[in-house]
C-alpha cells in the first residue's frame, strides 16, 4: 500500500515539475493585464486587408489594440510576417517560405489584394513601439536557433514592448539562454483532440515540456479553457493568454480566466 502512494506522490512531483512555468515574477507582467492583441492584426478581406499585412498591423495601432504576428524565416535569412508554412491559402503558390527568397516573396499579392508579405523590420517600423507586440517563432526543431537569432538581431535595437511564443519549446528555450528578460510564453492546446496524436503532442497538450522553455505565460487555446495542465500553470503564476476569441459572448465567458486576449472578427472593448 505504502510503495502505491509513494508511486503517486512521486509521479505527481514529476508532473509539478514538468508543467512548472517560470518561477518568476517578469517585469512586463502587469503590462499584459487585460491586453487585448488583435490576431495577425485587424484584418478584414471584405475592406482589402489581409491578416498579417502592413494595413492590419497599422489599423491596430490606430485603434490601440495589441497586435499578435507570426514569423518565419526566409531561404536567404529574411525575417518575414506571416503565418503558414506554405504559400498556397494565401497566394495560390505551391511553395514553403522556407524555400523561397525574399526578393521573390515581394512579388506576391496576399489574398488577392494590394498588400504584400511585409518584413518583421517593416512591422516594428509601422508600430513604432506605440502597442503591445506578440511574436510568434514558426520554426521547426532544425530552424529555431536561426530564427530565433535573426529576430533578436532585430528586435534588439527595437525600443516598444513585446512578447514573444512559440508551440516549439525550443524556440523559447533560446530565449530562456540568451535572452531572459524577454518574456517568454508556451502556445499549446488539447492536442487529445486533434488528428494524429503522438507521444510528443500528448506532452506539449499537458504542458509538460515546460520543463524545456520555463514560460513566463501560457498560450492555450480558449475551446479548453478548464484544461487542468492550464489550471495548474495559472496556480503557480504564469500569464494567462487565450487564443483565439471571436465573439463578445466567448469574451464574457472566458473574461475570469485569463489575462491576455488574442482576438479577431470583433472590437472588444479595451
Not at 525574399?102 to 513604432?128: A, C, D, M, R, W
Amino acid at each position: 500500500m505504502w510503495w502505491l502512494i509513494l508511486i503517486i506522490m512521486g509521479v505527481a512531483i514529476l508532473f509539478l515539475y514538468c508543467v512548472s512555468p517560470a518561477l518568476r515574477q517578469h517585469p512586463d507582467a502587469e503590462l499584459c493585464k487585460n491586453l487585448y492583441a488583435a490576431h495577425r492584426g485587424l484584418h478584414s478581406l471584405k475592406d482589402g486587408i489581409p491578416e498579417n499585412s502592413l494595413a492590419a498591423i497599422k489599423k491596430a495601432v490606430d485603434l490601440g489594440y495589441g497586435i499578435e504576428i507570426d514569423i518565419h524565416l526566409t531561404m536567404d535569412g529574411e525575417v518575414v510576417v506571416f503565418h503558414d508554412e506554405t504559400l498556397m491559402r494565401a497566394c495560390g503558390i505551391n511553395k514553403r517560405i522556407k524555400n523561397t527568397t525574399y526578393q521573390e516573396l515581394s512579388k506576391y499579392e496576399i489574398f488577392n489584394t494590394k498588400e504584400h508579405i511585409p518584413t518583421l523590420s517593416q512591422v516594428l517600423e509601422i508600430i513604432g513601439g506605440r502597442t503591445m507586440l506578440i511574436i510568434e517563432f514558426k520554426c521547426s526543431d532544425i530552424s529555431y536557433k536561426k530564427l530565433c537569432s535573426a529576430a533578436n538581431r532585430i528586435l534588439t535595437d527595437y525600443k516598444g514592448k513585446y512578447i514573444v511564443q512559440s508551440f516549439n519549446p525550443l524556440a523559447m528555450l533560446w530565449y530562456r539562454k540568451n535572452r531572459p528578460d524577454v518574456c517568454r510564453g508556451q502556445l499549446s492546446t488539447d492536442f487529445f483532440r486533434q488528428p494524429k496524436i503522438n507521444a510528443l503532442k500528448a506532452a506539449a497538450g499537458l504542458l509538460m515540456l515546460n520543463m524545456i522553455s520555463r514560460p513566463d505565460f501560457i498560450s492555450y487555446d480558449i475551446q479548453y479553457v478548464n484544461s487542468f495542465p492550464r489550471k495548474i500553470c495559472s496556480f503557480l503564476g504564469a500569464i494567462r493568454a487565450g487564443w483565439t476569441v471571436t465573439s463578445y459572448d466567448q469574451l464574457r465567458k472566458i473574461s475570469k480566466n485569463f489575462d491576455i486576449y488574442i482576438f479577431e472578427g470583433f472590437l472588444p472593448d479595451k
